[in-house]
């Protein structure tokens, strides 16, 4: 069965200081992908990242990163030198080629000023 | 920018009530999807559709629930007798093509079910 884990219910950080969100997955699929999204107050859904199981190379946009490290089943998600616009839910999301996404407990990151 | 559309953002129906939530996915997206996040919980995975039928389906997508693409544009959640633990929101996705594997998910903004 296909899990994803987010170990931080809540984080809190204050502006500029950098963050790092935690998501670790178990799937026995050789083929899957991995997602993050984010779920400001407003409560939409908005997605960040897709990250397939054959590419571990991290990625950088802008004052977010991703590191996929599949020895240890990891897709860690930072944000750097954040900014109270950040303060939302974020989840890690997991799926194969059906396109059901199991989705992670999700995050809430507190920033303040 | 193309975007997926639900109404109505807030429904309050009773207890035994017939529910019927309306999605409008991108215009050129093939794949559906209907999810629920009970307040303060994660999102949960109900059903996928495809070329007019479900895909797959999760466990709490009993026979209380069915989805319908009534026309070209609209897709449909149904509950046919609420519950209160039916209260949520509820969200619906659309996606592109799975070949090369699955594209990102692009989610309407939710309707909150409130069963009271």
């Known amino acids: 069965a296909q899990k994803v884990t987010q170990a931080q219910t809540e984080i809190s950080v204050v502006e500029k200081e950098d963050v790092t969100l935690d998501c670790v997955y178990e799937?026995?699929?050789?083929?899957?992908?991995l997602f993050w999204y984010k779920q400001p107050p407003s409560g939409e859904l908005v997605f960040l990242i897709r990250?397939?199981?054959?590419?571990?190379q991290n990625e950088i946009s802008g004052r977010y990163s991703w590191n996929f490290q599949k020895s240890t089943s990891s897709f860690n998600f930072t944000i750097t030198a954040s900014q109270v616009v950040d303060s939302a839910v974020y989840f890690c999301a997991l799926t194969s080629n059906t396109g059901k996404l199991i989705f992670g407990q999700g995050t809430t990151l507190q920033v303040k000023p | 920018e193309p975007e997926v559309t639900q109404t109505p953002s807030h429904q309050v129906t009773q207890m035994g009530q017939e529910v019927i939530l309306r999605c409008v996915p991108i215009s050129n997206h093939l794949y559906f999807y209907w999810y629920r996040q009970i307040l303060g919980q994660k999102v949960e995975f109900l059903v996928s559709?495809?070329?007019?039928?479900?895909?797959?389906k999760s466990e709490i997508f009993d026979d209380q629930f069915s989805v319908e693409r009534p026309d070209g544009s609209n897709f449909t959640l149904k509950i046919r007798s609420t519950k209160l633990e039916d209260s949520a929101m509820y969200f619906c996705a659309s996606s592109s093509v799975l070949a090369g594997g699955p594209y990102e998910q692009y989610f309407g903004p939710g309707t909150r079910l409130t069963v009271t």
């Open positions: 990250r397939n199981s054959f590419d571990e």
């Open positions: 559709f495809y070329n007019n039928e479900i895909s797959e």
């Open positions: 799937t026995r699929d050789t083929t899957y992908y």
